[in-house]
T-cell receptor, first 114, second 113 residues
Framework: AQSVAQPEDQVNVAEGNPLTVKCTYSVSGNPYLFWYVQYPNRGLQFLLKYITGDNLVKGSYGFEAEFNKSQTSFHLKKPSALVSDSALYFCAVRDNTNAGKSTFGDGTTLTVKP | DTAVSQTPKYLVTQMGNDKSIKCEQNLGHDTMYWYKQDSKKFLKIMFSYNNKELIINETVPNRFSPKSPDKAHLNLHINSLELGDSAVYFC????????????FGPGTRLTVT
């Protein structure tokens, strides 16, 4: 069975500081990993994904994530946080079977203070 | 243009009623999903269809029945609504299974009284 852990319910950073939102996963075989963001009263929006290749992937809004196979992690990062980055972030893992089921983490609320 | 749309946006109903939520995507995607997000914001997959074929059917009460008339539409019908069904239901689509990201609709907030 596959699983995703987001160990922090809440991350608080000051505007302009770097941010990290943590994610670890467990899956049989090669993982497909995704980050999504959810703003209040909205659906989830795709940020970035790792399928294969370069361990550092870049996505929307200046976000990036680093895939670390030995630590089974896929942390989301941004060099300089904006107040508008405040939202709920979900990490997801997808299996590479025919069904392609996604399992989402419990979410991390990011608050960026001016 | 709205990529994934859901109707209605809000649904308030009484216990025991039957209701439906409709979803449409105009992205030309082959795969569609229903998710439930509870009051703690936890997101759980319920169903997935690929080219109108059911491929994921999680442990969901059989009061919930998805229907896919064509690959652009995936509807969710709920019979005999219970208080615990209150949640936000999201429809999503992806180009196919596996490596493709999902595009989510705006959600339907269901409140059962």
């Amino acid at each position: 069975a596959q699983s995703v852990a987001q160990p922090e319910d809440q991350v608080n950073v000051a505007e302009g500081n770097p941010l990290t939102v943590k994610c670890t996963y467990s899956v049989s075989g090669n993982p497909y990993l995704f980050w999504y963001v959810q703003y209040p009263n909205r659906g989830l929006q795709f940020l970035l994904k790792y399928i294969t290749g370069d361990n550092l992937v870049k996505g929307s809004y200046g976000f990036e994530a680093e895939f670390n196979k030995s630590q089974t992690s896929f942390h989301l990062k941004k060099p300089s946080a904006l107040v508008s980055d405040s939202a709920l972030y979900f990490c997801a893992v997808r299996d590479n079977t025919n069904a392609g089921k996604s399992t989402f983490g419990d979410g991390t609320t990011l608050t960026v203070k001016p | 243009d709205t990529a994934v749309s859901q109707t209605p946006k809000y649904l308030v109903t009484q216990m025991g009623n039957d209701k439906s939520i409709k979803c449409e995507q105009n992205l030309g995607h082959d795969t569609m999903y229903w998710y439930k997000q509870d009051s703690k914001k936890f997101l759980k997959i319920m169903f997935s269809y690929n080219n109108k074929e059911l491929i994921i059917n999680e442990t969901v009460p059989n009061r919930f029945s998805p229907k896919s008339p064509d690959k652009a539409h995936l509807n969710l019908h709920i019979n005999s609504l219970e208080l615990g069904d209150s949640a936000v239901y999201f429809c999503a689509s992806s180009q196919d299974r596996g490596v493709y990201e999902q595009y989510f609709g705006p959600g339907t907030r269901l409140t059962v009284t």
